[in-house]
Each structure stands twice: as C-alpha cells, then as structure tokens.
C-alpha cells in the first residue's frame, strides 16, 4: 500500500516593510510568523519583499512601483509596514500615501482594526447604541 502525501496548500505573502519602524515591526512579524509555520499542518507560507514607501520614493520616483503593486494584486496576502518618512513629500507638499493608494486599487475597502471603548463618552460616536 502507498501513503498518500498530505496536500499543503501554499500561500503567498507580498511583504511591504516600508519605512521607519515599519521595517522593524515587519521584521519581528516575519519572525513570529517563521515560529508558527511549522505548526501549521497543510499550509506553507512563502514571502516575497517589495521596497515601497518614502525610501523608494527617494530611490526612483515612485513610492508605489508598479511590480510591486503587480505582485501584491497576484499575492494571497499583504504583509504592510508604517511609511513615511519626515519631509518626504510630494513636489506641491502633499504627503504621499502608497497604503492608501494599494488600498484604493485593490479595491479593498476596510483596515479594521480592533477596538475598545472604555466609556460611551469618549467617542463621536455617542448616542448611536452598540
């Protein structure tokens, strides 16, 4: 009789450090992510960086690539770093957004973040119910 091999489903991830403590927040992500792959039965996990954000701006002139917007389009996931940097802006001041830009389109709609609201009175939200 043969075994049969266990299917593993692999999963892309497009990693965008960005800049800044993004690239260290990044790193330490990867990191935990590297210690709780081998518990995961059936799933791999593979990453691919991309350079984005203030410091790519420097570097070519635009701070969202087009292969980078390509491969995270192509990816199953996107792993995103903070970007910016302190007086990298745009020519006219304006300060540039490549999250946003990524988000707008991908057509993805939501960064949901948790939250905790510790009394009904610290939020412009009050009066609306829970």
Not at 69 to 81: I, M, Q, R, S, T
Not at 109 to 129: E, F, M, N, Q, W
Request: proline share 8%; aromatic share 6%; net charge negative.
């Amino acid at each position: 009789m043969t075994a049969i091999a266990p299917t593993v489903r692999t999963f892309h991830i497009a990693v965008l450090p960005g800049d800044g403590i993004g690239v260290e927040v990044t790193r330490e992500a990867l990191r935990v992510l590297h210690a709780v792959a081998p518990s995961m039965e059936g799933v791999a996990l593979t990453y691919h960086e991309y350079s984005v954000g203030a410091g790519e701006y420097l570097r070519s002139g635009d701070p969202l690539p087009a292969a980078a917007l390509e491969a995270c389009a192509k990816a199953d996931a996107v792993l995103l770093g903070a970007m910016g940097l302190p007086g990298v802006r745009w020519p006219d001041g304006r300060e540039m957004t490549p999250q946003i830009d990524l988000r707008e389109k991908l057509d993805l709609d939501a960064g949901v973040r948790p939250i905790k609201l510790y009394h009904a009175s610290d939020t412009p939200l009050k009066g609306y119910g829970s």
